[in-house]
């Protein structure tokens, strides 16, 4: 079993930076495809970004691309996702994803097998 716990979540004023990260616990040897998907009130859940096991690929959703950054410390078995020029539209509850058996987990959820508990991130206009 991996446990994946997110944190950085906070409020913040439009225009600002947040930086969360996901801690993986438990069976951690080696590492894991991450991912990190977002779920804001009465929409579903969408992709956010991914990086490779290694870290040497990573995607991001047109959204978020030249304002969000996703990077791992493979030592540390930690994921973060470095936000700037944050909008309102980026409120939402963000989670932490990991495949354990995949090297790229990509843009789609059911490539992850484990998922974190999530944390809110709220963008004041």
């Known amino acids: 079993q991996v446990q994946l716990v997110e944190s950085g979540g906070g409020l913040v004023q439009a225009g600002g930076s947040l930086r969360l990260s996901c801690a993986a616990s438990?069976?951690?040897?080696?590492?894991?495809?991450r991912g990190w998907f977002r779920q804001a009130p009465g929409k579903e859940r969408e992709f956010v970004a991914a990086?490779?096991?290694?870290?040497?690929?990573?995607e991001y959703a047109d959204s978020v691309k030249g304002r969000f950054t996703i990077s791992s410390d493979n030592a540390k078995s930690t994921v973060y996702l470095q936000m700037n020029s944050l909008k309102p539209e980026d409120t939402a509850v963000y989670y932490c994803?990991?495949?354990?058996?995949?090297?790229?987990?990509?843009?789609?959820?059911?490539?992850?097998?484990?998922w974190g508990q999530g944390t809110q991130v709220t963008v004041s206009s």
């Open positions: 994803a990991a495949s354990t058996s995949s090297y790229y987990g990509g843009s789609h959820s059911v490539n992850y097998n484990y």
């Open positions: 438990g069976r951690t040897f080696g590492n894991y495809a």
């Open positions: 990086i490779s096991r290694s870290g040497d690929y990573t």
